[in-house]
C-alpha cells in the first residue's frame, strides 16, 4: 500500500479511488433519489386528480340542481381514495399507499379539491425519514340542467 502512494502510478489509482468514493458516488445517489422523487411526486399529482374527478362524481346531483351548492354522498372518500389508488404502478410497486387528507367544495367557483399524501419514506435510504409528497387535485362541477317540461 505504502509502495502505491510514493509511485506515480500508486498516486494516480488513489486519487480516482477517492474521487468516485467522496465525489461520484454521492452525487450518483443523489441523482438516483431526486429521479424517485420526481416520479413519486407526479403519481402522488395524478392520484389526487383522479380522486379529485371521483369527488365529483359523488356530489348529490338533486340537491346541486336545485340549491346550486355542492353536497356529497357518503362513500365520497371512500370512492375518492379507491381512485387515488388505481393508476399509482410504482407507488404500488414499493407497497405505498396514497391517501386522501382532505375533499373540499368551493360553491363560488363550483370546483372540488382533493388533498392527497403518501409517505414516500421506503424509497429511501433510512437516513431520511419521514418523506411525505402531499398534492391537491381540483374538479370542476359541471352540469347540463334540462329545460324544464
Sequence with gaps: MFRLMRERRGYSFTW??????????PILNLAIGVGRYAIAAAEVQEAAD?????????VDIRYFEHS?????SGVVYGRASYYANLNTDY?????????VVSIQADNASQTVRVQ???D??????????????TRTGIAQVKMRISPQR
Design 116 to 118: 392527497c399524501a403518501a
Design 16 to 25: 480516482w479511488a477517492m474521487f468516485f468514493t467522496f465525489v461520484f458516488l
Design 91 to 99: 407507488l404500488a410497486s414499493q407497497k405505498i399507499q396514497v391517501h
Design 50 to 58: 383522479l380522486a379529485a374527478l371521483a369527488a365529483v362524481r359523488d
Design 68 to 72: 346550486g351548492v355542492i353536497r356529497f
Design 120 to 133: 414516500i419514506s421506503p424509497l429511501f435510504p433510512p437516513i431520511v425519514s419521514n418523506m411525505v409528497v
